[in-house]
């Protein structure tokens, strides 16, 4: 997504190579990704939904980046082997409960409907000296149209430390993902 309203990166270095860090980004469960932070955090996200009629749906047992991803709105946009994944949302979150648009990657550049907003994100893989990868989360938000943009800035400035940290979090999963795949 070459234009964007924001954007936000984290980096690590991981003191593994770079396929092994990205075969553990690729098989990343983001169910396992926790902090008392994110679990609160995430916890209070579902709370307008379990509080009306509609409820909370059942978490799936796992939600890896790919092809078939399992969250609505998302989608998986590719891959580069042991250097890039790439996926991405449609959605208005900057809802209560978010509402999230289910589109097929091939048109997520080209989505202009009003009202809503695109996420883009990914984790890259670069060698970083002889024996270590730095290893890249990046997240990058544009909206569809200058109501949904001023919607969306006021969410962000309130949400922008917690998916910071939400990014951090995932970069640790990565890194001890990779750590075992190394055992």
Known sequence: MPTYDVTISEHIIVQSDPATTFAAARELDLLTVHSPLLDTAMWLRGLPARLSRKGVPAPAPRIVIGPDMGLPGWTFLGEQRDREV?????????????????????????????????????????PYGAKATLLSYECRTVTTDPASRRRFLRYWWLIRPFVGHIMRATLRQIEANARARRE
């Open 86 to 126: 790439a996926f991405a949302a449609v959605g208005k979150f900057w809802q209560p409960t978010i509402e999230w648009r289910d589109i097929a990657a091939a048109d997520f550049p080209g989505f202009r409907e009003p009202g809503w907003g695109k996420i883009a994100a990914n984790f890259s893989i670069l």
